[in-house]
């Protein structure tokens, strides 16, 4: 598929859902890609992107950043607190806040830097042990814990589990943020994004569907 083929069903799916036009943004996931197919994507206009390692957001963005105005950089994978800081200089949004500690050091930097990222908090829907995330009936304090230390939440993530219908967790997860006041809902991927749509997403991450299959190394 092509950038510009996911635009238009994410056009698609916001008309269907009865959204306006636009109300959804596009990230495009580029982890792993070759630098030429995200060049080839910049190329074509697309300014907001998601990055899942910081390491490597690190080594792959210096160079574009200049040559492309606008571009912003998104954090949707795992964030150890050692690496907050380099997260902070470098995203503008984290998607993976799930835990009262990372709260603690990203709330210590944001007063230290004078600034701080907009925030998402990630919540494990399936309850998966292996996954990343706060359990749904931890989230409510963990945004209690945010707004306390004055950080800018603006929403909440989910990766539903993979071998299961992915709708009732974008539905569960909408449920939480609207009791809480939150407004942002990042969810969706390459095979689910028109249906995270259709449930109130604000924020969808296609990798694949943009870019093509990732090809690991080694
Ligand atoms: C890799 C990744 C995506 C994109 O996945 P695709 O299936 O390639 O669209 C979205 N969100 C997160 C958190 C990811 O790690």
Known sequence: MSLETITRRLRDAE??????AESVT???????QPADRVDAVLQQGQRIFGE?????AQTRWPSFLPRFEGI????????QTNKARAA???????HSVDR?????????????????????VQVNTGA?????????????????????????????????PAEEDPAPHFEALAGMAERNGLTGLSMGMSGDFETAVAHGATHVR??????????YQG
């Open 128 to 160: 998966e042990p292996q996954k990343a995330g706060i359990l749904p009936e931890d989230v409510d304090a963990l945004i209690v814990q945010c707004r306390d230390l004055s950080l800018p939440v603006v929403g909440l993530m989910c990766i539903p």
């Open 72 to 79: 912003s950089l998104h954090l949707i994978g795992p964030l």
């Open 100 to 120: 009262p500690k990372l709260v603690e050091s990203i709330a210590r930097l944001s007063d230290e830097m004078g600034r701080c990222p907009e925030l998402f």
């Open 26 to 32: 596009l990230i495009a996931v580029s982890k792993v």
């Open 52 to 56: 899942n390692r910081v390491q490597e």
């Open 15 to 20: 008309a269907k859902a009865g959204r306006p």
């Open 88 to 94: 902070m200089e470098m995203f503008d949004a984290i």
């Open 206 to 215: 296609v990798g694949s569907a943009i870019f093509g299959d990732r090809v």
